[in-house]
Nanobody, 118 residues
Framework: QVQVVESGGGLVQAGGSLRLSCAAS????????MAWYRQTPGMQRELVAL???????NYADSVKGRFTISRDNAKNTVYLQMNSLKPEDTAVYYC????????????WGQGTQVTVSS
């Protein structure tokens, strides 16, 4: 079992920055990929950024050049640095953790609200 706790959301003006953090605890030795997703009302949850255990990253086209995902494997924490925020970035952001030993499991955080005002 892995517990996932996010922090760092809030209200920011367009053009501003926020940093999200997500700390995992429990069976952390099995953690592989970590990622951030976001969801707005009535829409499907979408991938924002993903980082593998080895540090390879993947970003949604809409955030490339503005958002940076990173992780500290020693702290079992993943970060999302969000710069040049736009009103369309407003969403609930969810941390995602993928683990695999004999079997694969997925874990989600409770979500943190990011609101960008114009």
């Amino acid at each position: 079992q892995v517990q996932v706790v996010e922090s760092g959301g809030g209200l920011v003006q367009a053009g501003g920055s926020l940093r999200l953090s997500c700390a995992a605890s429990g069976s952390v030795s099995s953690i592989n990929d970590m990622a951030w997703y976001r969801q707005t009302p009535g829409m499907q949850r979408e991938l924002v950024a993903l980082i593998t255990r080895g540090g390879s990253t993947n970003y949604a086209d809409s955030v490339k050049g503005r958002f940076t995902i990173s992780r500290d494997n020693a702290k079992n924490t993943v970060y999302l640095q969000m710069n040049s925020l736009k009103p369309e970035d407003t969403a609930v952001y969810y941390c995602y953790v993928y683990t695999k030993l004999a079997f694969a499991y997925e874990y989600w955080g409770q979500g943190t609200q990011v609101t960008v005002s114009s």
